[in-house]
T-cell receptor, first 111, second 113 residues
Framework: QKEVEQDPGPLSVPEGAIVSLNCTYS??????FMWYRQYSRKGPELLMY????GNKEDGRFTAQVDKSSKYISLFIRDSQPSDSATYLC???????????FGKGITLSVRP | EPEVTQTPSHQVTQMGQEVILRCVPI?????FYWYRQILGQKVEFLVS????????KSEIFDDQFSVERPDGSNFTLKIRSTKLEDSAMYFC???????????FGNGTRLTVT
């Protein structure tokens, strides 16, 4: 089983849709969970950062972590064409430990 | 907002040549990292660096790779003798003390011919 698995996509939605992006993981040592957005030929840009289980909201973005199920999600409300990008989940066991990434899912929001 | 800067943005080199990829992390950060992303694949961890020494490295980071912080601002990745399979985007990242997220640069695209 891969350490971090992410829905492969691609995903295409109409503008205004609610988008749900998900990752599962196998390593129960992971404590820190992140979502990054990556545009073509650019570096990953941090969207959400959470510690342990629970929800975190920032504007149109909500991150959920369920450690008992080893499952994390990112919800995007009222999606915009500017949200079109690749979304990467990442996680680590310690505060400054290496990140393990999912493969990423490419989202396209149609006007 | 402070950012991680990487140079060059694109480097083309011949197989067997040495390359040095350069990074300027965010100024008050203490932990530094290199990751790479082969086209179409996951972002993969290479090495982390703290307090002037390597704190962790992956199996990819073999004897052909080295890192250095030659002064108070730069952080470099050297590949001694490049192979075709070293072609990838190389990302530098940094973070501060305690539980804070990694901030990535925009990468150097390395093409080995």
């Amino acid at each position: 089983q891969k350490e971090v698995e992410q829905d492969p996509g691609p995903l295409s939605v109409p503008e205004g849709a609610i988008v749900s992006l998900n990752c599962t993981y196998s390593n129960s040592a992971f404590q820190y969970f992140m979502w990054y957005r990556q545009y073509s030929r650019k570096g990953p840009e941090l969207l959400m950062y959470t510690y342990s289980s629970g929800n975190k909201e920032d504007g149109r973005f909500t991150a959920q972590v369920d450690k008992s199920s080893k499952y994390i999600s990112l919800f995007i409300r009222d999606s915009q064409p500017s949200d079109s990008a690749t979304y990467l989940c990442a996680m680590s066991a310690g505060a400054n430990s290496k990140l393990t990434f999912g493969k990423g899912i490419t989202l396209s929001v149609r006007p | 907002e402070p950012e991680v800067t990487q140079t060059p943005s694109h480097q083309v080199t011949q197989m067997g040549q040495e390359v040095i990829l350069r990074c300027v992390p965010i100024s008050n950060h203490l932990y530094f990292y290199w990751y790479r992303q082969i086209l179409g694949q996951k972002v993969e961890f290479l090495v982390s660096f703290y307090n002037n020494e390597i704190s962790e490295k992956s199996e990819i980071f073999d004897d052909q790779f080295s890192v250095e912080r030659p002064d108070g601002s730069n952080f470099t990745l050297k590949i001694r003798s490049t192979k075709l399979e070293d072609s990838a985007m190389y990302f530098c990242a940094s973070t501060g003390q305690g539980a804070s997220p990694l901030h990535f640069g925009n990468g150097t695209r390395l093409t080995v011919t």
